[in-house]
Every structure is written in structure tokens, then in C-alpha cells.
T-cell receptor
Framework: GAVVSQHPSRVICKSGTSVKIECRSL??????MFWYRQFPKQSLMLMAT?????????EQGVEKDKFLINHASLTLSTLTVTSAHPEDSSFYIC????????????FGPGTRLLVL | GDSVTQMEGPVTLSEEAFLTINCTYT??????LFWYVQYPGEGLQLLLK?????DKGSNKGFEATYRKETTSFHLEKGSVQVSDSAVYFC???????????FGAGTRLAVHP
């Protein structure tokens, strides 16, 4: 149980285009989903927290207009990187927290984004 | 603000060696502490956790004890295997904010 999937697992896009990454909780309802960014050989940095049906809360320094997050249902959150640039190339990871289990986060396998 | 400091890697060990990965934290209040493991090509998995002082988390032969007096949560295993090769992240959640704060990660390589 407690499986989180991400799609796609890897994406290459041209500079200036937008890319959408999906995060799904497959066997539980996720009140809260989180989006992280992981740089090579570095830790995960929280980008934003999203609660189902409400606007995401972004961490300081994260551009909300560039990283659009939608949490339309209890099993799906999407991250859209708009007008992507090479510096947006990174590993994006989502996690999902089941209803009532606030200290428990289940992580997706991540999405590798390469912007050319 | 809250933070987690881990020993830098990589840590390279022979199979059956003893493992310690140091982790210290800074937090207001009483955080919950976690160790996550990331195997090559996979997402993070919770390895163990402890929610209050003197608690010991354990799983798959790994252990860590929540030491409030030294603000530490060191990860140990008595006999590592090649399959333990991965990146290990120490993390905390504090203040009821449901926000995980990670250390930089420590890469462990175990060779036969």
C-alpha cells in the first residue's frame, strides 16, 4: 500500500516550452501533497505544499508563476514548469500525505527534467 | 530556522562492516526525526523514525536513537550488506507544520 506515482519519469524539452508533471496517490487519499526539487548530490528542497481544493503554499524564493501547482483531487497533483529554461533542469519529486497522518509522507520516484 | 546536518559522504565500507552515519539537528520545540533511504533509480523510502526523546527507531537492522541532550539521531547498522548501498537522508518535522526538512544526504557504498 501507500504507493505514489509520477509521470513522466523523464522528460526533455526545449527552452521556452512548458512541462507538466503528474503526481498520483494510487491507493490512498492525499489531503496534502508536496513538491520538492533535488539538485545533483544535494538534498531535497521543498518547493511548495498543496492541499486539495486550495491554492498551493510556496516556499520563499520559489516563483509561483513559474511553477504552477494544481491539486484538483485527493489523488492527483500536477506541477507545471512554465517557460522552462536550462536552469530549471533538475529532479522533481512529489510526496503525498494521507488524511490525518501528517507526519507520514510517501514519495514518488521522481521526474528528471532536462531543458535544452 | 530548523535545520539538519549530516556527515558528508561518500561512505565506503566492506560487507559486514559496522555503519554509523551522524546526524544532528537544530529545531524549536520537539521535532520528530526520520531517516529516509533512496536506492539508485528509486524514490525516497522511510527507513525509520522517532517521535520523542530517547525513542529508538529500527528497521531492516538499522537503528537510530533520538538524543535530545546532544540533538542527534545517528544511524547505525551492525553489519552492512551490498544491498544497503544507497543515499541516506536524515530529516525532521517540527512545530506541527508537516514540513520535512532534510539533511544533505550521505551516500553509502558497500563492496563485497
Amino acid at each position: 500500500g501507500a504507493v505514489v506515482s509520477q509521470h513522466p519519469s523523464r522528460v526533455i524539452c526545449k527552452s521556452g516550452t512548458s512541462v507538466k508533471i503528474e503526481c498520483r496517490s494510487l491507493d490512498f487519499q492525499a489531503t496534502t501533497m508536496f513538491w520538492y526539487r533535488q539538485f545533483p548530490k544535494q538534498s531535497l528542497m521543498l518547493m511548495a505544499t498543496s492541499n486539495e481544493g486550495s491554492k498551493a503554499t510556496y516556499e520563499q524564493g520559489v516563483e509561483k508563476d513559474k511553477f504552477l501547482i494544481n491539486h484538483a483531487s485527493l489523488t492527483l497533483s500536477t506541477l507545471t514548469v512554465t517557460s522552462a529554461h536550462p536552469e530549471d533542469s533538475s529532479f522533481y519529486i512529489c510526496s503525498a500525505s494521507p488524511r490525518g497522518l501528517y507526519e507520514t509522507q510517501y514519495f514518488g520516484p521522481g521526474t528528471r527534467l532536462l531543458v535544452l | 530556522g530548523d535545520s539538519v546536518t549530516q556527515m558528508e559522504g561518500p561512505v565506503t565500507l566492506s560487507e559486514e562492516a559496522f555503519l554509523t552515519i551522524n546526524c544532528t539537528y537544530t529545531a524549536t520545540g520537539y521535532p520528530s526525526l526520520f531517516w529516509y533511504v533512496q536506492y539508485p533509480g528509486e524514490g525516497l523510502q522511510l527507513l525509520l523514525k522517532a517521535t520523542k526523546a530517547d525513542d529508538k527507531g529500527s528497521n531492516k537492522g538499522f537503528e537510530a536513537t533520538y538524543r535530545k541532550e546532544t540533538t542527534s539521531f545517528h544511524l547505525e547498522k551492525g553489519s552492512v550488506q551490498v544491498s544497503d548501498s544507497a543515499v541516506y537522508f536524515c530529516a525532521l518535522v517540527s512545530g506541527g507544520y508537516n514540513k520535512l526538512i532534510f539533511g544533505a544526504g550521505t551516500r553509502l557504498a558497500v563492496h563485497p
